[in-house]
Nanobody, 125 residues
Framework: QVQLVESGGGLVQAGGSLRLSCAAS????????MGWFRQAPGKEREFVAR????????YYADSVKGRFTISRDNAKNTLYLQMNSLNPEDTAVYYC??????????????????WGQGTQVTVPS
């Protein structure tokens, strides 16, 4: 089992940057694939990015490709999301999630077993 705690959210002007972190507890962090999702008010939770257990196999939602970068440091049990060129459409609660390395649902919440509590990112228009 793994517990996840996000941090790093906040209010940032359009065009700015933020780096989110997700601290994992437990000794098995490196055995999980990790993902970032986000949920805006009134909308479903949507996929943002995913990274394999060793740091490879990264992929992104089209809406963030080229602007966001997912990474992980297994020695520190921490997942990151570097977000650049933020715009108001990026406003949401951001969640990190842990799941099995192999899944039929890598881009949906069903592909993940453990979730953090979320961190708010706000980009005013």
């Amino acid at each position: 089992q793994v517990q996840l705690v996000e941090s790093g959210g906040g209010l940032v002007q359009a065009g700015g940057s933020l780096r989110l972190s997700c601290a994992a507890s437990g000794r098995t962090f490196s055995s999980y694939a990790m993902g970032w999702f986000r949920q805006a008010p009134g909308k479903e939770r949507e996929f943002v990015a995913r990274i394999g257990s060793s740091g490879g196999f990264k992929y992104y939602a089209d809406s963030v490709k080229g602007r966001f970068t997912i990474s992980r440091d297994n020695a520190k049990n921490t997942l990151y999301l570097q977000m650049n060129s933020l715009n108001p459409e990026d406003t949401a609660v951001y969640y990190c999630a842990a799941g099995p390395i192999s899944t039929s649902y890598p881009r949906t919440p069903a592909g993940y077993d453990y979730w953090g509590q979320g961190t708010q990112v706000t980009v005013p228009s």
